[in-house]
C-alpha cells in the first residue's frame, strides 16, 4: 500500500502557483519524498525527489517539513499544460527499488 | 535520446482470448519494470528485471501473466488467458541506476490500453 495521502484534486488558475501537499507520517530515515505526474494518455513522468532539504529543479520546487512527515510541491508558474495527476511516492534508498502508487492528486489548471 | 517504446499502444480481445506486449527499453537501462494501471487508480508493479533477471514478481499473476527479458533488452508481457479485470493500461519503465545511488528516476512508455471484452 501506498504510504502517502494526496488530497484527491485541485484547481489552480493559469499563471499562478499551484501548491500540491502531501502526508506521509510513517516515513522512516532512509527513505525519500519522489514526485511524479502523469499527463493523460501519458506514462507517468519523474518531476523532483528529496531527502530532508529543499530541492528546486526546472520543472518545480519541493519543500519537505523538517519532521519529514509531510511535503509540498511547488509549481511556480501553472500552466494548462500542467494538468494532470500528481504522484507522491515515498521510496527506499536501494537502487532499483520499484515506485508504489497511490491515486495522487489531480490538478486541473484552467484559463 | 529516445524514449520507452511500446507496441501496441491499443488492443481489443475477447475474454479468454491471449494478448502479448513488447516493451524497448532505452539502451543501456539495466532496469525494466512492467506496471499494470487500472482506470482511476495508480499504476501497480508487476515484474522488475534486472538485466535478464527477475528481482520481484510477487505481484504478478503466475497462473495467467508471464514476462520474459531475453539478452536483457526487450521485454514482452504475455496474459493467458485474459479475463475481464484484466482491462487496464500496461505500462513499461525502465531505469540505468543498478546500485550505489538514491537516484533511480524511471521513465515511462506510453503504455498499452488493453479492453477485455
Known amino acids: 500500500d501506498a504510504k502517502t495521502t494526496q488530497p484527491t484534486s485541485m484547481d489552480c488558475a493559469e499563471g499562478r502557483a499551484a501548491n500540491l501537499p502531501c502526508n506521509h507520517s510513517t516515513i522512516s530515515g532512509n527513505e525519500y519524498v519522489y514526485w511524479y505526474r502523469q499527463i493523460h494518455s501519458q506514462g507517468p513522468q519523474y518531476i523532483i525527489h528529496?531527502?530532508?532539504n529543499n530541492e528546486t529543479n526546472e520543472m518545480a520546487s519541493l519543500i519537505i517539513t523538517e519532521d519529514r512527515k509531510s511535503s509540498t510541491l511547488i509549481l511556480p508558474h501553472a500552466t494548462l499544460r500542467d494538468t494532470a495527476v500528481y504522484y507522491c511516492?515515498?521510496?527506499?534508498?536501494?537502487?532499483?527499488?520499484?515506485?508504489?502508487f497511490g491515486k495522487g492528486t489531480t490538478l486541473s489548471v484552467s484559463s | 535520446e529516445a524514449g520507452v517504446a511500446q507496441s501496441p499502444r491499443y488492443k481489443i480481445i475477447e475474454k479468454r482470448q491471449s494478448v502479448a506486449f513488447w516493451c524497448n527499453p532505452i539502451?543501456?537501462?539495466?532496469?525494466l519494470y512492467w506496471y499494470q494501471q487500472i482506470l482511476g487508480q495508480g499504476p501497480k508493479l508487476l515484474i522488475q528485471f534486472q538485466n535478464n533477471g527477475v528481482v520481484d514478481d510477487s505481484q504478478l499473476p503466475k497462473d495467467r501473466f508471464s514476462a520474459e527479458r531475453l539478452k536483457g533488452v526487450d521485454s514482452t508481457l504475455k496474459i493467458q488467458p485474459a479475463k475481464l479485470e484484466d482491462s487496464a493500461v500496461y505500462l513499461c519503465?525502465?531505469?540505468?541506476?543498478?546500485?550505489?545511488?538514491?537516484?533511480?528516476?524511471?521513465?515511462f512508455g506510453p503504455g498499452t490500453r488493453l479492453t477485455v471484452l
Open positions: 519503465a525502465s531505469s540505468s541506476r543498478t546500485s550505489g545511488s538514491s537516484y533511480n528516476e524511471q521513465f
Open positions: 539502451s543501456g537501462h539495466a532496469t
Open positions: 511516492i515515498v521510496r527506499g534508498v536501494q537502487a532499483g527499488t520499484a515506485l508504489i
Open positions: 528529496g531527502l530532508k
